[in-house]
């Protein structure tokens, strides 16, 4: 009954910029981290980018400086803001998170959909 809904993903030229977002919906009691993670044809999925309810963030060497998350506690949302945008960040992203549903006395993880971001030269 808990779910995580991306939106955000397109095509977009090198250089330019998208907007992820990633909201939690359901019988959520808290929401602890939440995480961005891509994996590009033929290769593992990694992690981008990660904040904590306490609203720390780390980001992967590849991305710092262009990407920055955020979270909108109010919306149970976290956004990912993708700026000089490279060929090579061309991936399907997905949107996780650590959350304690009602009734349940420990956190589970939980996935979005993924959203595919396609960067051209």
């Known amino acids: 009954q808990v779910q995580l809904v991306e939106s955000g993903g397109g095509l977009v030229q090198a250089g330019g910029s998208l907007r992820l977002s990633c909201a939690a919906s359901g019988s959520i009691r808290s929401i602890n981290a939440m995480g961005w993670y891509r994996q590009a044809p033929g290769k593992q999925r990694e992690l981008v980018a990660a904040i904590t309810s306490g609203g720390s963030t780390n980001y992967a060497d590849s991305v710092k400086g262009r990407f920055t998350t955020s979270r909108d506690f109010a919306k149970n949302t976290a956004y990912l803001q993708m700026n000089s945008l490279k060929v090579e960040d061309t991936a399907v992203y997905y949107c996780?998170?650590?959350?304690?549903?009602?009734?349940?006395?420990?956190?589970?993880?939980?996935w979005g959909q993924g959203t595919q971001v396609t960067v051209s030269s």
């Open positions: 996780n998170a650590q959350i304690t549903p009602w009734g349940w006395f420990r956190e589970r993880d939980y």
